[in-house]
């Protein structure tokens, strides 16, 4: 039973106490059954979700002197230089992660091997019993803290709780802080098997993609398409639910209220027994959404581990993008030609002009001569595959002149008129763009 855990049953029998005594004056004045005290127990039903994952500054000021307490600061050396809460010892993500093979190639990122992270674990003095509160800058880093907790979970460690508000709200309580490292005696921990109940790999996402609920976890300009940290493409995954990892926590850094998450995520139309796979760059903002997912009973939430870095640097998996606040679906060229020569389900729409159409075609397109999509005359000419649209279950590309408006507006149409969304592609760069001769006709 951890030091937590007994704080709050000692308080619950230091109030249990107080009731008896505060009766003891009018005992024989009332029944048996009127001393008996009456527990709240909506009480510990509303702080047993987040007590399970996290504490707040005020409690670990009174209980950090507690034996069997490991304390990490996960916001870098160079924060943990500048003051820090006694007794922490500074640890990284990219200490317990693979890190050491080809950035953003399959498995970069992602926890280590049980035996690697024995080792790690070992460095930082954690006892497979041990009391772990990790804290990060909260208003200013990515998550660290959680992916931490969540990485320490699956080295099966149960009794990990995140700082609520970080070291923010701990230095601005004027709490204690120190500039004095810490002398670390290494432990003997061995993390014989890794829990990965937890996390997804991209080899499962993508045999699994329509079973899942995406959530990208990152800014808003990243999943619009920006290339802030070495991605391969801009973009996001296909279909994804775009809520950021910052709009879960209040100005000051620390967790909303439960309520307040629960609507977030209900307005994304989230609900408790969906399939869910959080993703950022890296695992490490996903990671954390995903940790509070799982305390709010989304028992079925994962983390994507490899996250964008690895999605994006395999050129055969889609990606989707934002155009004028809209998101949109895109294959390739190198993408349909595959799944032409593998026989795939996929249907390609073709909205080019007549005279375009007969010029050059991809083999198989479906001809709607539609473009530009603009007038009634041109969107009726699209409702003609309607039904048939509406009926299939695979992908359907639009391939227009340049892949631009003309694509956009078709995309738009069909998604109004009832064609799922999710079966919905443009294909880039259109016809002008298509370098495939052997795959086109006249």
């Known amino acids: 039973m951890t030091f937590k855990k007994l704080s709050l049953i000692a308080l619950s029998a230091a109030l249990i106490l107080s009731t008896f005594t505060g009766c003891s004056a009018k005992a024989a004045e009332v029944s048996p059954e009127e001393q008996t005290p009456v527990v709240d127990v909506s009480v510990e039903k509303t702080a047993t979700a987040y007590d399970e994952y996290f504490v707040t500054a005020q409690w670990l000021n009174e209980n950090r002197t507690q034996e069997g307490m490991v304390i990490l600061d996960a916001r870098g050396d160079k924060a943990y230089g500048k003051g820090h809460i006694p007794n922490a010892i500074p640890v990284t993500w990219q200490s317990l992660s693979n890190v050491g093979v080809e950035f953003a190639s399959k498995g970069w990122g992602t926890v280590l091997d049980a035996e690697a992270l024995s080792t790690a674990l070992s460095n930082l003095g954690i006892e497979k019993d041990s009391q772990i509160i990790v804290y990060a800058d909260t208003q200013n880093g990515w998550g660290e803290d959680g992916r931490i907790l969540w990485t320490l979970n699956a080295a099966g460690l149960e009794s990990v709780y995140m700082l609520d508000g970080g070291y923010n709200i701990w230095s601005s309580l004027g709490f204690e802080t120190t500039k004095d490292s810490i002398e670390i005696t290494p432990s003997d921990i061995a993390v014989t098997e890794l829990d990965l109940s937890k996390s997804i790999a991209t080899k499962e996402l993508v045999s699994n993609f329509t079973e899942y609920k995406t959530i990208d976890t990152r800014d808003f300009d990243e999943y619009e398409g920006a290339q802030k940290f070495g991605e391969a493409r801009g973009?996001?995954?296909?279909?994804?639910?775009?809520?950021?990892?910052?709009?879960?926590?209040?100005?000051?850094?620390?967790?909303?209220?439960?309520?307040?998450?629960?609507?977030?995520?209900?307005?994304?139309?989230?609900?408790?027994?969906?399939?869910?796979?959080?993703?950022?760059?890296?695992?490490?903002?996903?990671?954390?959404?995903?940790?509070?997912?799982?305390?709010?009973?989304?028992?079925?939430?994962?983390?994507?581990?490899?996250?964008?870095?690895?999605?994006?640097?395999?050129?055969?998996?889609?990606?989707?993008?934002?155009?004028?606040?809209?998101?949109?679906?895109?294959?390739?060229?190198?993408?349909?030609?595959?799944?032409?020569?593998?026989?795939?389900?996929?249907?390609?729409?073709?909205?080019?002009?007549?005279?375009?159409?007969?010029?050059?075609?991809?083999k198989g397109a479906i001809e709607t001569n539609a473009y530009p999509v603009k007038s009634d005359e041109d969107k009726a000419k699209l409702d003609v595959q309607l039904e048939n649209l509406k009926s299939l279950s695979n992908p359907i590309v639009i391939v227009c002149p340049r892949g631009g408006g003309g694509a956009e507006r078709t995309y738009q149409y069909l998604e109004e008129k009832g064609v799922e969304p999710a079966n919905l592609y443009i294909l880039e760069g259109g016809q002008k763009d298509w370098p495939h001769a052997e795959l086109l006709e006249k």
């Open 235 to 362: 973009g996001h995954l296909p279909n994804t639910i775009w809520i950021s990892y910052k709009s879960l926590l209040n100005e000051d850094g620390t967790l909303k209220d439960l309520a307040s998450l629960d609507q977030i995520f209900t307005d994304a139309g989230l609900e408790k027994d969906d399939y869910i796979a959080t993703y950022c760059t890296a695992g490490i903002r996903s990671a954390h959404f995903a940790v509070v997912l799982d305390m709010l009973g989304f028992e079925n939430a994962v983390n994507y581990d490899e996250s964008f870095y690895v999605w994006a640097n395999k050129p055969e998996l889609k990606l989707g993008k934002v155009v004028k606040e809209k998101a949109y679906n895109y294959y390739t060229a190198n993408h349909l030609k595959t799944a032409i020569n593998n026989n795939d389900a996929v249907t390609v729409l073709d909205i080019q002009v007549a005279d375009e159409y007969n010029a050059h075609h991809i």
